[in-house]
Every structure is written in structure tokens, then in C-alpha cells.
Nanobody, 117 residues
């Protein structure tokens, strides 16, 4: 089992920045991809960014150039630096760990990000 704990959410004005962090514990070598998702009220959960242990990244178009995902393999954390935030970025943000070989996925409890206009 893998436990994921997010931190760093909060309220920020449009144009501001936040940095989310996710700490993994437990069977930390059972996953090879870490990712950030978000879910706004009334909407489906969407993938924002993903990173492999080797540092290969992938972003959804809506956050390219504004969000940066990074990984620290030494302490099993993944961060999401969010710049130039917009009101439409308001959502609950979730950390995800995946073992792509087995399709096993783990989720954090989520952290609220609210952006005021």
C-alpha cells in the first residue's frame, strides 16, 4: 500500500502562485509515475501533469507554461508549482501514484485550491 498526503493548498488572488506538495509513504517503490489531478464542483476529475521517476513530464494543455511538476526520488515527494493562477483553476487537487505495469493507482485525500478574481 501507498499513502499519499498533499499539502500547500489555499486561497490566492488571480495571477498569484501556489506550490503543492505530496509525500508518499509505505510501499514507495511500487509505483513508477506520480501525477496531479484536480476536480472542480460538478466536473470530472482531470489529469494536469504527470512525471516518471526518470523525470519525464507530461502536461495537459490548460496548464502548460503555468504549472511545473517535479519529483524528489530521495524523499518520495512530488510537487506542483502553479503560477499565474486563474479563477478557473479553483478545484480540489489530488496527488496520484501509479504502477503502470499492474494498473494499480493510489490517491491522496486532496487539497483545496481557491483562486479569487
Amino acid at each position: 500500500q501507498v499513502q499519499l498526503v498533499e499539502s500547500g493548498g489555499g486561497l490566492v488572488q488571480a495571477g498569484g502562485s501556489l506550490r503543492l506538495s505530496c509525500a508518499a509513504s509505505g510501499s514507495v517503490f511500487s509505483f513508477n509515475v506520480l501525477a496531479w489531478y484536480r476536480q472542480a464542483p460538478g466536473k470530472q476529475r482531470e489529469l494536469l501533469a504527470a512525471i516518471t521517476r526518470g523525470g519525464q513530464t507530461n502536461y495537459t494543455d490548460s496548464v502548460k507554461g503555468r504549472f511545473t511538476i517535479s519529483i524528489n526520488n530521495a524523499n518520495h515527494t512530488v510537487a506542483l508549482q502553479m503560477n499565474n493562477l486563474k479563477p478557473e483553476d479553483t478545484a480540489v487537487y489530488y496527488c496520484n501514484a501509479e504502477d503502470t505495469a499492474w494498473g494499480t493507482r493510489y490517491w491522496g485525500q486532496g487539497t483545496q485550491v481557491s483562486v479569487s478574481s
